[in-house]
């Protein structure tokens, strides 16, 4: 299916008319749009134009029910910003960003160095720690529900028969969250565990050859070379999780529905509560802007700090 | 890639130093390295093992405390009762269909853009790049609502194509396969055009040959995400016939009640088609997180 463009002839342009061109050298022609029409086109439907609506809708009261709309100037915003719900949910989200980057960096490093020394087991491992990650999110939250069962779960079964007392998990404003975490971090770990892995073994083999020969235990090794090689992988992992983190949603929708009692309720949730089920497009999509700012200050401000770091 | 260098040869006790530790006689301290990286892999595997164990206990056995990994009379029963029910199968091909469509359009229109930037100099240029590239920081969640509106409006809701044509919108792959094209020499190019070659056949016989292994990835990356997407095909779908199957097994699965073996039958059944996938991709999927850093 390759799209057949009748590239206008730029005059004087050589290359018979083909449009390819050293930048350098030639004139401009149009043939490089007709190349990005497609997706650009894609991009101004479903991503530029909703954005530009979404901002028009914030300033009416318009509802997902029909009916009719009329302005209503900044009362959304206002409500928005003044909403104990909105920083509730604010606040949910970024303990789960604390909580959870912290995990999903250092498990994934510590997971990489195993496999990057136990290197017989290599494809068992890959396979075993990455497998989670290919998971329907639907099927991660009925599998770790069930496990979290607190009469019937077998992490409360295995708790009983070492003699502990077992806990609430998911059904607890004080446990909830962190059982979340813990799921989190089993289902999606894989991928920065592969970034770390491939980092490590692109470091060269003389290097710790040399470390060797000059005395230099494991420990030390991974001290001294490993760990100060994958540097730049630990920010880049880190970035990628903490904007990743930011936009958590689905897997909490899923097993605690944001309860109890709103504890683990996310800006996403918010948004989508407010819009779908209360059906109050305007205030939905004020609340919405004012979390793809900060998203977009936090992301800008770490890609500035990063490309610091590397250069 | 062993590198021959010029060091001088080390000396026999340093030889044998390294030798002790980089022999194959194991020691305490390897055996205690594959004990924990064993120990650390079955822990993974855990959840889907006692998902497993569950879906093939009878009914009744599923709610026995303290749970019991083995049953004395395993059985397929849960898998047929929920295959009988037909809604998995048919969530499955949905997903199958809306994904390829996402897979297919995803890689089409971002191969295009990719060369033009690529290769191209055209009016606008760099600020069309950069729009484009902006995109990447805003988190498609927070459009759902004006995105819903639109669709709603273009009649796609319950629809295939209003389930996939959202998704295709991926301005982080024209950025990482832009990358991969600056890279090629142009001298490949160059002897093309000398034979007459037209812009189009250079990008399919040149510049596509040269790129196989980034497109299996963004392709394989582009499926995955699109067959786990869960927020957009939920808010789309509200005909449990039209659903995906993350979708259908979040909203419907609550149905089932306490059919415990029923419903870990059903998760193993929806984790089955991805993880075929990863078992035949595996060398793709690893160098491709290796190369490119894709993060869905």
Partial sequence: ?311 | MATTTDRPAPTVAAERRGAARRGPRPNVGRIALYTVALLAALLWLLPLLWSFATSIKPEGETTVTPPTWFTANPTFDAYAQVLGRGDLIRWTFNSLVTTSIVTVLTLIVCVLAAYGFSRFDFRGRPWLFALIIGGILIPPQTLIVPQFILMTQLGLVDTYWGIALPQVVAPVFVFILKRFFDAIPRDYEDAAKIDGAGSVRILWNVMLPLSRPILTAVGIFTFIGAWNNFLWPFLVTTDPDTMTLPVGMGTVMGNYGIQYAQVMASAVLGALPLLIVFLLFQRHIVTGVAGAGIKG
């Fill in chain 1, 1 to 311: 299916m390759s799209e057949r463009t009748h590239t206008p002839r730029a005059k004087g342009a050589g290359a018979a008319g083909s449009g390819l061109v050293d930048v350098r050298r030639k004139p401009a022609t149009w043939t490089g749009l007709w190349y990005v029409l497609p997706f650009l086109a894609f991009y101004l439907l479903f991503l530029v134009w909703p954005s530009i609506v979404g901002l028009g809708y914030t300033f009416t009261d318009r509802s997902l029910a029909g009916g009719d709309v009329s302005f209503i100037g900044f009362d959304n915003w206002n409500e928005t910003l003044t909403d104990p719900g909105l920083y509730e949910s604010l606040w949910n989200t970024l303990v789960f960003t604390v909580l959870s980057v912290p995990v999903m960096v250092l498990l994934a490093l510590g997971l990489a160095l195993l496999t990057d020394h136990a290197r017989r087991l290599g494809w068992f491992l890959r396979l075993s720690f990455f497998a989670p990650f290919v998971l329907p999110v639907a099927v991660m939250a009925l599998m770790w529900e069930w496990m979290y069962n607190p009469s019937l779960g077998l992490f409360n079964g295995i708790l009983g028969q070492l003699g502990f007392e077992g806990s609430e998990w998911l059904f607890s404003e004080n446990t909830a969250m962190v059982s979340v975490v813990i799921a989190t971090a089993w289902w999606q770990v894989g991928f920065n565990y592969l970034l770390y892995l491939a980092a490590m073994q692109s470091i060269p083999k003389d290097v710790y050859e040399a470390a060797a020969i000059d005395g230099a235990g494991v420990w030390q090794r991974i001290g001294r070379i490993t760990l100060p090689l994958l540097a730049r992988t630990t920010v880049l992992i880190t970035v990628l999780q903490l904007i990743g983190s930011l936009r958590v949603f689905e897997q909490i929708y899923l097993m605690t529905g944001g309860g109890p009692n709103f504890a683990t309720r996310t800006v996403i949730q918010y948004i989508y509560d407010s819009g779908f089920v209360g059906l109050r497009i305007g205030f939905a999509s004020s609340m919405a802007y004012v979390f793809m700012v900060l998203i977009i200050i936090a992301s800008v401000a770490q890609f500035r700090l990063f490309s610091r770091k590397e250069a």
